[in-house]
């Protein structure tokens, strides 16, 4: 038996990801950075705190993001001015990313906005419970 909208989990998931995305957009707009630039950005900040400056596609992996996405959007905050690629010197081949100045002023304040917007958002459902529940969904095998 079917069920109806209201009881499928399936429906519920893609209606809250739905709201919570425009959320985050809304929080994230007047720093002039979308869902996706905001991620990539802020997961460059944190691996060169630190103390790594990551390829594309070890900030692919750490984002979750497909390698031809990240790829376009980095080229953008580059384009920003947000981050840098330097070239490896152990591959040539290869981009090492940093984060610029600009960019390393502005992926905290970006974090915050994201973390109140967050905190907004789950505040009717208890952190820890939110976290356990999201991260066994994210990670099924772990």
């Not at 802020?42 to 031809?68: F, I, M, S, Y």
């Not at 990240?70 to 984060?99: C, F, M, N, W, Y």
């Amino acid at each position: 038996m079917a069920l109806s909208p209201g009881d499928s989990p399936g429906f519920l998931l893609w209606h809250t990801t739905l709201r919570w995305q425009r959320d985050i957009a809304t929080a994230l707009a007047p720093l002039g950075l979308t869902h996706v630039q905001f991620v990539l950005l802020a997961c460059t900040w944190w691996l060169n705190t630190q103390g790594e400056h990551p390829n594309q596609q070890a900030l692919a992996r750490q984002a979750g993001t497909d390698v031809k996405m990240t790829s376009q959007v980095l080229r953008t905050l580059e384009h920003k001015g947000l981050i840098e690629r330097e070239v490896d010197p152990a591959d040539t081949r290869a981009k090492r990313l940093r984060v610029t100045e600009t960019g390393a002023e502005l992926a905290p304040r970006a974090i915050a906005a994201a973390e109140r917007t967050d905190a907004q958002f789950f505040q009717p459902v208890p952190l820890d419970e939110a976290v356990s529940l999201l991260g066994r969904l994210a990670h099924p095998d772990t």
